[in-house]
Antibody, heavy 120, light 107 residues
Framework: EVQLVESGGGLIQPGGSLRLSCAAS????????MSWVRQAPGKGLEWVSV???????LHADSVKGRFTISRDSSENAVYLQMNSLRDEDTAVYYC??????????????WGQGTMVTVSS | DIQMTQSPSSLSASVGDRVTITCRAS??????LNWYQQKPGKAPELLIY???TLQNGVPSRFSGSGSGTDFTLTISSLQPEDFATYYC?????????FGQGTKVEIK
């Protein structure tokens, strides 16, 4: 069964750092596009970062220079290193597998999410 | 970045009603449009991809249409399990963006 399980969320002070993990099962993260999507409390979805199968990464402007996505093939996991955290980074962070559907990409497998709260 | 705007932001409807949600892109995205359903406290689920193709297991009462900048999601006969928030998302640009969501509530 294809599954994603996130961990690592919690309460962190502004300016602090946190690393989220996403453990995958049923497929290899190294052969897939993997992404992080976040959702602030009561708000909509915001794409954050992607790591392509070739290893190239891309980040939303809102987190560029502060967040870094990476993966570990031996652990079959994806990570999101979050530095210089701000109040506005408070959100549920979802790990998602991106699949090519015909000619476009779609988030077709999602984890259950992990909550990150940035507050003093 | 490509901005995605959904309307309405919320709607109230009864079981059996036909419901239509609109999504507009700030520039042409051809047919690079996906729809997701999210129930309270749950992760989103892919509903429709490439504008009009239903993801496996999605009931046929859901349909999608459009191209360019204007898209619609239609539920032909609303069922109790369809009360949720729906999001559109563009994959035309490498900087993927979502609409703000449309909450479908029980009347």
């Amino acid at each position: 069964e294809v599954q994603l399980v996130e961990s690592g969320g919690g309460l962190i002070q502004p300016g602090g750092s946190l690393r989220l993990s996403c453990a995958a099962s049923g497929f290899a993260v190294s052969g897939s596009y993997m992404s992080w999507v976040r959702q602030a409390p009561g708000k909509g979805l915001e794409w954050v970062s992607v790591i392509y199968s070739g290893g190239t990464t891309l980040h939303a402007d809102s987190v560029k220079g502060r967040f870094t996505i990476s993966r570990d093939s031996s652990e079959n996991a994806v990570y999101l290193q979050m530095n210089s955290l701000r109040d506005e980074d408070t959100a549920v962070y979802y790990c998602a597998k991106v699949s090519r559907k015909y000619y476009l990409d779609a988030f077709d497998i999602w984890g259950q999410g992990t909550m990150v709260t940035v507050s003093s | 970045d490509i901005q995605m705007t959904q309307s309405p932001s919320s709607l109230s409807a009864s079981v059996g009603d036909r419901v239509t949600i609109t999504c507009r892109a700030s520039q042409s995205i051809s047919s690079y449009l996906n729809w997701y359903q999210q129930k309270p406290g749950k992760a989103p689920e892919l509903l429709i991809y490439a504008t009009s193709t239903l993801q496996n297991g999605v009931p046929s009462r859901f349909s999608g249409s459009g191209s360019g900048t204007d898209f619609t999601l239609t539920i032909s006969s609303l069922q109790p399990e369809d009360f949720a928030t729906y999001y559109c998302q563009q994959s035309y640009s490498t900087l993927w963006t979502f609409g703000q969501g449309t909450k479908v509530e029980i009347k």
